[in-house]
């Protein structure tokens, strides 16, 4: 049944790290929000339902799926550590949030028995799956591999001496 609410297009709101000015995000397959005030790639953390998952991990960084549940003790150890990770690794990496109390359908596709169940998803594939709360450095260990390598910088030229 189609709905009204179902908006493909979800805009999230992303606070900038570096100058703290809110930005409204569309979810978009190609590259990474930057501020529209300083330019600097945004922390991207978003909060998706049933309705916006499909369109949210379609995203070029490596997106990191975190199906929760607020009851979750180990869960809310977790979430911060990828808030941090999330404005850490800005422009590098989406953090995709799901409650899987509200949203049990995705719970049930990707067989999210125990929660925190983290889907690390690379252009629409899933290619980990942590399951349980890890401590930050043992999720930057396991996370850091699978990001994608960042763009060489600009070639500057070289000058006479
Ligand atoms: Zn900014």
Redesign the pocket.
């Known amino acids: 049944m189609a709905s009204a609410t179902t908006d493909p297009r979800p805009i999230s709101i992303l606070r ?6 809110a ?1 409204r995000i569309a979810p978009s397959p190609r590259g990474a929000p930057h ?6 790639p ?1 922390p991207w953390l978003v909060n998706a339902t049933e309705a916006t998952f499909d369109v949210e991990v379609r995203a070029a960084p490596t997106v990191v799926v975190d199906l929760w549940a607020p009851w979750c003790g180990p869960c809310r150890f977790v979430g911060p550590i990828l808030e941090e990770l999330a404005r850490d690794w800005a422009g590098r990496l989406k953090v995709v949030k799901v409650n899987v109390d509200e949203n049990q359908a995705l719970a049930l596709r990707y067989d999210a028995r125990s929660i925190p169940t983290m889907l690390v998803m690379r252009d629409g594939q899933v290619v980990d799956r942590i399951v349980g709360a890890l401590a930050r450095p043992q999720l930057v260990a396991r996370l850091e591999p699978k990001l994608k390598p960042r763009k060489p910088p600009a070639q500057v030229p070289g000058g006479t001496r």
């Open positions: 900038c790290a570096n100058c703290g000015a930005n501020c529209g005030t300083c330019g600097k945004l």
